[in-house]
């Protein structure tokens, strides 16, 4: 039962993304979908992003993150994993709760796409007018 006590759970969501994250005490290494933080985010910014709640929270190496990711682009998952870091690393200290609200990690990004509607090429994009 020791490990549960030291394992936190959370989800973060990002428009159609959602990571499921799992917090366990450690050297600080990454496994997203079974993949290094490095092969499964080859952008500098996704992984800037995801890093993001342990650089605030000066928590650096103290957590392996296990997270399974699923939906959505690149990016949302990057902020989906983000989201989803930083409500576990509330659950593993009440403390850090002041600087990732601060940073604004624990509200959820609600945007989202908005639905076509009939009689219109998109969202809001109208046929083109004709006169004659």
Known sequence: MA???ST???TGRRKT???RVRLV???GAFQINQRTLEVYFGRE???MVVNQPFEVTNARNRFN?????TG???SAQAEALRHGISRALLLADEAFRQPLKRAGFLTRDSR???RKKYGRHKARKRPQYSKR
């Open 3 to 5: 490990e549960s006590e």
């Open 8 to 10: 936190h759970w959370a």
């Open 17 to 19: 993304a959602v990571a």
């Open 25 to 27: 005490p450690g050297d």
């Open 45 to 47: 910014t996704s992984r």
């Open 65 to 69: 993150v296990v997270a399974n990711v």
């Open 72 to 74: 959505g682009g690149i």
């Open 112 to 114: 989202a796409v908005e």
